[in-house]
Structures are given as structure tokens and as C-alpha cells.
């Protein structure tokens, strides 16, 4: 079972929202923003939340904002500087755009254990739906797909070593981004 002490949250907020139209991240849900809900959402079960993807606006978050350390490498790039800053030997690393994800779901992920190198969800045969445990291990993996110019998050999966947790249907729901203004309304609603 992996503790609190052992990860660092990361969320992926460096995105360009193109089919959202505006900047996601800082969409409202409910009485706060769309990150600063994950934000708080994953700081108990973390040491440390840290933003991936460098806005002005997230400075006033109260918690670090990450740079990519390789600009325009998408989602992997913001991994690879997550797992370059952090302390621990894990990230919990979810997308700013993920508002009903439960607490559930992470405690599931942290009861898995250390024995892999990643700990995700999988929706019948799509593996790798956010959110997913990363070792520090995949440091050089990470940064060798990106020299290769190899963008992809599910290539991780590629290299084994990964529990991959079955979504129950009943909680299909709670995995869902938000990507557009229509998919944004129906949660509001």
C-alpha cells in the first residue's frame, strides 16, 4: 500500500482547452475553479499537489507551478517535469478537466501497492485513463520517448510492470473529462 508520504499529486493543467474554447483549468465548479477542485481534492492522500503547465493565473493556487522542463511534449511532457521536480517516489497525476473523480478511486489506486511501476484504470480495452500512479522509475523511459519525439501517455503501458484496474460500470461517470462546452453544461446540470 502506498502512503501519502510517498507521492507527489500532479495536475496536468497546461493544455490549450482548443475544444473547450477558454482555459478549462479555470472553469467554475461550484464554488471553485476546475483545478483549484482537484487540487484539493488529492492533497490528502499526497505529500505534495504540484500544477503541470505554467499560467499566470495558477500562481495564486498556494501550491507549486510547473514549467515544462521540454515545452509543447503534451501531457507526457508535463509527467516528465512533474517526475523530474518531485521528491517522492510517486505521482498521482490527474487532468484539471477530471471535476467528478471520487476519493474512492484514489484510495483503490494507493491500496494496489509498490510492486508496479504503473498503477491506472482501464475502460475495456482502452488502458491508461487518467488517473494514474507513477513510479519514479519511468524517469528515463519518459525522457527517452520524448527525445524520440513519441508524445503518447499509453506507450507507458508498453513496457509492462503496470496494474491496470477494471472501471466498474457504475463508476464509468466519475472518470470523465471534460472536453467542450456541451460536455461541460451536462455536469453542471
Not at 474512492?104 to 482502452?126: D, F, H, L, N, P
Request: hydrophobic share 40%.
Amino acid at each position: 500500500m502506498l502512503h501519502p508520504e510517498d507521492i507527489t499529486g500532479v495536475v496536468l493543467a497546461g493544455g490549450k482547452s482548443s475544444r473547450f474554447g477558454s482555459n478549462k483549468a479555470l472553469s467554475r465548479y461550484g464554488e471553485s475553479y476546475f483545478l483549484q477542485h482537484i487540487v484539493r481534492k488529492i492533497q490528502p492522500y499526497t505529500k505534495e499537489v504540484v500544477v503541470a503547465g505554467f499560467y499566470p493565473e495558477y500562481q495564486t493556487l498556494g501550491v507549486p507551478v510547473l514549467k515544462d522542463v521540454i515545452p509543447d511534449s503534451g501531457p507526457l511532457g508535463g509527467i516528465l517535469t512533474a517526475l523530474t521536480y518531485c521528491s517522492t517516489p510517486w505521482i498521482l497525476v490527474l487532468t484539471c478537466d477530471m471535476p467528478l473523480i471520487s476519493n474512492e478511486i484514489i484510495m483503490q489506486m494507493m491500496a494496489v501497492g509498490r510492486g508496479e511501476a504503473i498503477i491506472g484504470w482501464k475502460r475495456e480495452s482502452t488502458p491508461g485513463v487518467f488517473p494514474l500512479l507513477l513510479s519514479k522509475s519511468l524517469l528515463p523511459h519518459i525522457e527517452e520517448a520524448i527525445k524520440e519525439k513519441r508524445f503518447r501517455v499509453k506507450q507507458l503501458f508498453d513496457r509492462g510492470n503496470a496494474c491496470l484496474i477494471p472501471i466498474p460500470d457504475e463508476l464509468q461517470h466519475l472518470f470523465a473529462n471534460i472536453n467542450n462546452q456541451e460536455e461541460y453544461n451536462r455536469i453542471l446540470s
